[in-house]
C-alpha cells in the first residue's frame, strides 16, 4: 500500500439529477421573478385600482334634467330632491337575504325579481357601480333603512334628482315620461355617457328634446369602511342641469280642458291658427307621469296597457276617427272653388237620399226641407252633403282635403304622430283591388266610410279655413335654452298658401259662425260679445238598422263619437279649438260645451273689441 488516497469517482447518474434540479430551481426563480415583475410593474395600476376600490367607492350623482316650461314660465315638468335606495353590488354579502329583508321592514315597492337581476347584472359586469334600486322613498322608509344598515351592507340611502310633472295627468301625454336607459339605448351612438340608472325620455317631449334635457352626471369618490360604508368624501365633481325647454302650452286652457273633458275619452286641442303655437293638447284618459319617475311596476304598467280606454295612447295625435259633419265646410268649400255649386241654390231633404236600391238617411227623420248651402252647413243637412258629396266625386274632395291639412302628417313636434285618411280612387285600387263606387261618394260628403282622421289634423283644418288657406306648422316647443346657455328659437312656419278667394272663405266662416250664432247645431258653444265660428260632427260607429235610435240609448261601444271643432272670433280668429269625445253622442250637446269652457279661459284675459263690419 503506497499510502496515497484515492480519489472517489462521481456517480454519473447523481452529477445529472444535481444539475436538473439546479436548473429547475433556477427556472422556478426566472419564473417567480417574472410574475413578480408582471405583478410589480406591468399590472400595478390594475392592482393599485382593485385595492383602491377595496377602500373607495364612486358615487354616482345624477344630472337634473332641466325645466319644461308653459308660456307663462310656469314648470310643468321639474326636478326635486327626493330619497332613493341606492345599492353598490360589491358589498352586498347576501343579495336575496337582503332584498327579503327590505321588503319586510319598508314595503319594497318595486319588482323584486326586477331588482334582483339588475343587482346580479351589475355585480357580473361593473360591481364597482352604484345604481339606484329604489326612488323617492318616504321618510319613514328612509328610518327604517338607516336603523337596519348593519343588516344592509351594499345598501345606503342617498338625496337624488327626481323627476316631478306637478300638473300629474293634465300634460302627460304631451309631456311623456322618463324611464332608465335600456341597454339597447345606452349602446345608441351618442348616448355613450349613459349609465346603468340613468333616466332618459321614453314618450313625448321628454323623449323628443331629451338630448338638450339631459345633463351631465357628476361623482363623489367616498372612503368605506368593511361594510361598505361611507366614512370620508374624498373627491367631488359636480353634475350640470340640463337645459330649459320653453313651450306655448298654456297651464290655465290645458287644466281647463282636462276638467270639461272629466272622465270621458277623447282629445282636446286648442292652437293659435296664424303661428301655428299649439296652446293646449290633452288626451284623455290619461296617466300619471310621476309613477314612471318613481319606477312603474310590472303590474302597473301591465294594467295601464290593457285597459280598453287606451290611457297610454295620445288621441289627438295617434287616434283616427270617422270626422261626421265637421267635414262638411270642406266639401262646401270644394264646391264652391270648383264652381260645381251655388250658395244659393236649393237642395230638397225629405229626411233621405235614395241611390239605387239603397236608401240613406238624413239626421233629422222628417227631413231639413229645401236648404240652400248656408242653411245646409247650419243645420247640418245630410241629404244637402250626400248630393254634394256625389257631385264633387272623391278626387276634388280629397285634394282640397289634404291640402288643408287632412289625411296628412302636419309635422307636429312631438314624435309618433299617426296619419290620417282621406280616401280616393286610387286608395280604393291599391287597397281592394276595386273600382269606387257612387255610395261612397255619398258617405264622403258627411264624413263617414272610409274617411278617418286625427283630431289634431281637424284642428290644423279648421285653422287652415280660420286664416283663409294658410297652412301653418303646429309646433310645442317656441325655445330651447341649452346646457351652455345657448338660445335656440321656434319660429312661426307657414307650410302653403291655399289659393282660396276671398269671397268663398268668407261665406264659409259666416256660415260656421251661423252654426253656433244663428240656431244652428252648435248653439251649445255661443260666448257673450265673441262671434265663435264652428262646426258639430256625430261620427257614427256602426250601423244600426231599422228605425233611427238616440246614441245614449246605445251600449257605449257602438255610441257614435262627438266631435265639436271651432275658431274665434271669427273676423280675427286668435285660436282654433277641437273637441272630440270617444262614444260621446251629439256633438252638439257632448263636445261644444267643452270647446266653450276652453274659449272661455282663452279670453278671460284677453279684451276683444267688437267685430269689424262685414264680418260673419
Not at 289634423?457 to 294658410?470: C, D, H, I, N
Request: aromatic share 8%; with cysteine; hydrophobic share 40%.
Amino acid at each position: 500500500m503506497t499510502g496515497r488516497i484515492r480519489k472517489r469517482e462521481q456517480d454519473p447518474d447523481i452529477t445529472r439529477r444535481s444539475r436538473i434540479l439546479l436548473y429547475v430551481a433556477f427556472g422556478a426563480f426566472a419564473l417567480l421573478l417574472g410574475r413578480f415583475y408582471w405583478l410589480q410593474v406591468v399590472e400595478s395600476g390594475r392592482y393599485r385600482n382593485l385595492s383602491e376600490n377595496n377602500r373607495l367607492r364612486m358615487r354616482t350623482v345624477r344630472a337634473p334634467r332641466g325645466l319644461i316650461l308653459d308660456r307663462k314660465g310656469r314648470a310643468i315638468a321639474e326636478t326635486q330632491g327626493s330619497f332613493a335606495l341606492v345599492c353598490s353590488p360589491v358589498d352586498v354579502k347576501d343579495l336575496e337575504g337582503e332584498i327579503r329583508l327590505l321588503n319586510e321592514i319598508m314595503e319594497f315597492d318595486v319588482d323584486e325579481e326586477e331588482v334582483l337581476e339588475k343587482i346580479r347584472t351589475a355585480q357580473r359586469s361593473n360591481p364597482y357601480s352604484s345604481l339606484t334600486v329604489a326612488r323617492d322613498l318616504r321618510f319613514e322608509q328612509v328610518s327604517v333603512v338607516e336603523f337596519n344598515r348593519e343588516n344592509l351592507p351594499g345598501f345606503s340611502v342617498l338625496v337624488e334628482a327626481k323627476r316631478s310633472y306637478p300638473y300629474g295627468e293634465a300634460f302627460a301625454h304631451v309631456l311623456g315620461y322618463v324611464g332608465e336607459a335600456s341597454p339597447e339605448e345606452m349602446e345608441k351612438p351618442g348616448n355613450e355617457p349613459l349609465m346603468m340608472g340613468d333616466l332618459i325620455g321614453k314618450y313625448g317631449l321628454e323623449r323628443l328634446a331629451d338630448n338638450v334635457l339631459r345633463g351631465v352626471n357628476g361623482g363623489r369618490k367616498v372612503e368605506v369602511d368593511a361594510a361598505g360604508r361611507d366614512q370620508r368624501l374624498v373627491e367631488e365633481v359636480p353634475s350640470r342641469t340640463g337645459g330649459t325647454v320653453h313651450t306655448s302650452l298654456d297651464v290655465d286652457l290645458q287644466v281647463t280642458a282636462q276638467e270639461a273633458m272629466g272622465d270621458r275619452a277623447g282629445a282636446v286641442i286648442a292652437l293659435a291658427p296664424r303661428t301655428g303655437e299649439v296652446l293646449a293638447f290633452y288626451s284623455g284618459p290619461g296617466f300619471d307621469p310621476n309613477m314612471f319617475a318613481r319606477g312603474i311596476r310590472r303590474a302597473d304598467w301591465q294594467a295601464l296597457n290593457t285597459n280598453p280606454r287606451k290611457p297610454m295612447q295620445n288621441k289627438g295625435l295617434q287616434g283616427t276617427y270617422a270626422p261626421g259633419s265637421t267635414i262638411k265646410p270642406f266639401l262646401a268649400m270644394a264646391a264652391l272653388e270648383e264652381k260645381m255649386q251655388e250658395i244659393g241654390k236649393p237642395v230638397v231633404c225629405p229626411g233621405s237620399y235614395r241611390l239605387g236600391n239603397r236608401v240613406f238617411r238624413c239626421w233629422k227623420e222628417k227631413g231639413h226641407g229645401a236648404v240652400d248651402m248656408y242653411r245646409a252647413i247650419v243645420q247640418s243637412c245630410d241629404v244637402y252633403f250626400y248630393t254634394l258629396g256625389l257631385k264633387l266625386g272623391p278626387e276634388r274632395v280629397a285634394k282640397l282635403e289634404r291640402d288643408a291639412g287632412l289625411g296628412t302628417i302636419t309635422g307636429i313636434d312631438l314624435p309618433g304622430e299617426r296619419k290620417g285618411l282621406v280616401p280616393d280612387m286610387e286608395w280604393k285600387r291599391t287597397v281592394s283591388k276595386e273600382r269606387w263606387y257612387d255610395y261612397e261618394s255619398l258617405l264622403l260628403g258627411i264624413g263617414q266610410g272610409a274617411v278617418h282622421l286625427t283630431p289634431l289634423e281637424m284642428t290644423v283644418g279648421y285653422a287652415t279655413l280660420a286664416t283663409g288657406g294658410e297652412v301653418m306648422r303646429p309646433r310645442v316647443i317656441s325655445k330651447v335654452i341649452g346646457m351652455d346657455g345657448a338660445v335656440r328659437s321656434a319660429p312661426p312656419e307657414r307650410m302653403r298658401k291655399l289659393p282660396w278667394k276671398p269671397e268663398n272663405v268668407e261665406f264659409i266662416r259666416k256660415a260656421l259662425a251661423g252654426v253656433v250664432n244663428d240656431f244652428g247645431t252648435g248653439g251649445a258653444a255661443k260666448l257673450p260679445g265673441i262671434v265663435v265660428g264652428g262646426k258639430t260632427g256625430t261620427a257614427q260607429v256602426a250601423s244600426v238598422k231599422g228605425k233611427m235610435i238616440k246614441s245614449e240609448h246605445l251600449p257605449y261601444e257602438i255610441r257614435d263619437h262627438a266631435w265639436f271643432i271651432a275658431f274665434a272670433p271669427v273676423d280675427d280668429p286668435q285660436i282654433c279649438v277641437a273637441a272630440m269625445v270617444e262614444h260621446g253622442g251629439h256633438g252638439g250637446s257632448a263636445a261644444a260645451p267643452i270647446v266653450k269652457l276652453v274659449m272661455q279661459e282663452f279670453f278671460r284675459t284677453r279684451f276683444v273689441g267688437p267685430p269689424r263690419k262685414g264680418g260673419a
